[in-house]
């Protein structure tokens, strides 16, 4: 009897602590983005989650392949390219061609504020990743498409831009994605089209994922935070022009230089930030009707503040539109942007699968525990094994 309560103890022992055990030595921290996969226009992955310990966009695709591709990371091939000695990736979910990679508001390469290749980009929790690709780049060209999202209790606004990339100067230009058919991709059902500015707002859908169809996929309940990976630092309360794009439809305050203006017909536009060559350069847009109200330079070649709402232009850019004097600070301007101006990071469930360090000393305390203790009822079981033949020929002569 006593031998069989000692083999179900062991056996007991065994079978609750091997699974732990286990599980602790193979746990690891990890973070959790997320990548939307279009090949030839057709959506094949949907903002769903990767969880990294890679934290760069490379990692993050390399995951996604493992995950979702059939081939696995045999679908990817990146490396530096002998002709034009950059980091490209020459193969991407199995298709040979350098595919379009968007992080969060835009393709890498058209920040400049951020590293341009995928082996050194960095990436943080909730990051949206979009690999847009085409097996017939020079007849169907991929289209790259990035989303933003903000997230106002059951509903989100999820605004769609558009990119172009030229070729001959490996320059990016964009502008809204207008009339884009927006879906819920777990079900298939329609979720309306975009407007002019390439924004609307839907209901959230119950798996949280909103897509552009066939083209980009952001998860809206939980959003990348604002600002991304990369973002240059600016004053306190204050966002870099850099940036502008991913504020658009907010009040923020923006301390920067006026570089040139030009004559737009009912208005002159100021290029704010950098000159007209800059594709980051924010734009303030003052009515003719109302230039009266302004120094006649119209602050060109000054540093000033700007407090006001941003909105998209019709190059895709980020504008202010300035009606009032009291909009402007000129010269370095103490931080006094209105609490709108640094939008809320969504309520998102942590992306993080980090231990808590308490829980670590517990794990480590089941392993040692485990080692220590399965040596000890292997051999309190042998003891008991031996001495209970022994006590069998006692207690039978015993008997006799």
């Known amino acids: 009897m006593k031998m069989v309560l000692a083999l179900a103890i062991?056996?007991?022992?065994?079978?609750?602590?091997?699974?732990?055990?286990?599980?602790?030595?193979?746990?690891?921290?990890?973070?959790?983005?997320?990548?939307?996969?279009?090949?030839?226009?057709?959506?094949?992955?949907?903002?769903?989650?990767?969880?990294?310990?890679?934290m760069t966009v490379q990692g993050a695709i390399k995951a996604a392949h493992a995950e979702y591709?059939?081939?696995?990371?045999?679908?990817?091939?990146?490396?530096?390219?002998?002709?034009?000695?950059?980091?490209?990736?020459s193969q991407c979910w199995g298709i040979t061609a350098t595919p379009f990679v968007i992080l969060n508001g835009a393709p890498l390469g058209a920040d400049l504020s951020i590293p341009p290749t995928v082996d050194v980009c960095p990436v943080v929790a909730n990051d949206n990743i979009i690999i847009c690709t085409s097996s017939d780049p020079m007849n169907k060209p991929a289209q790259p498409v990035s989303l933003t999202a903000t997230l106002s209790g059951d509903s989100a606004t999820v605004t769609a831009t558009a990119w172009i990339l030229d070729f001959m100067t490996f320059t990016y230009s964009s502008a809204p994605l207008a009339n884009a058919n927006v879906v819920d991709p777990t079900t298939g059902a329609s979720l309306g089209t975009t407007d002019a500015n390439g924004s609307i707002t839907v209901a959230v859908p119950e798996s949280g994922v909103v897509a552009i169809e066939g083209l980009a996929a952001i998860n809206v309940k939980n959003p990348p935070a604002f600002p991304p990976a990369g973002t240059t630092t600016t004053p306190e309360g204050m966002i870099s022009y850099k940036d502008a794009k991913n504020y658009i439809g907010k009040t923020v305050t923006i301390q920067d230089k006026v570089f040139e203006k030009v004559d737009a017909g009912d208005f002159w536009v100021l290029f704010f930030g950098g000159p007209s060559s800059d594709p980051n350069a924010v734009g303030i847009e003052v009515s003719k009707s109302d230039v009266s109200k302004f120094p006649a330079d119209l602050y060109v070649g000054q540093t000033i503040t700007i407090t006001g709402e941003l909105h998209t232009n019709p190059v895709g850019g980020a504008s202010f539109s300035l009606t009032d004097p009291?909009?402007?600070?000129?010269?370095?301007?103490?931080?006094?942007?209105?609490?709108?101006?640094?939008?809320?990071?969504?309520?998102?469930?942590?992306?993080?699968?980090?231990?808590?360090?308490?829980?670590g000393y517990t794990i480590t305390l089941i392993i040692v525990g485990v080692v220590i203790l399965t040596p000890i009822a292997v051999i309190v079981i042998i003891k008991m094994v031996r001495q209970s033949r022994i006590d069998k020929p006692a207690a039978a002569s015993k008997n006799k």
Do not use: C, H, R
Not at 25 to 44: E, F, I, P
């Open 10 to 54: 062991a056996v007991i022992l065994l079978t609750v602590m091997t699974p732990i055990a286990l599980a602790a030595d193979s746990s690891g921290s990890g973070t959790t983005v997320y990548v939307s996969v279009s090949v030839d226009g057709k959506l094949l992955v949907a903002a769903q989650p990767i969880t990294i310990t890679d």
């Open 69 to 89: 591709y059939s081939g696995g990371e045999s679908g990817y091939t990146a490396g530096i390219d002998p002709m034009f000695n950059f980091y490209l990736v």
């Open 326 to 359: 009291s909009q402007i600070q000129v010269g370095g301007a103490p931080a006094t942007a209105p609490t709108s101006a640094a939008p809320k990071p969504a309520p998102a469930a942590p992306a993080s699968t980090e231990y808590p360090l308490l829980y």
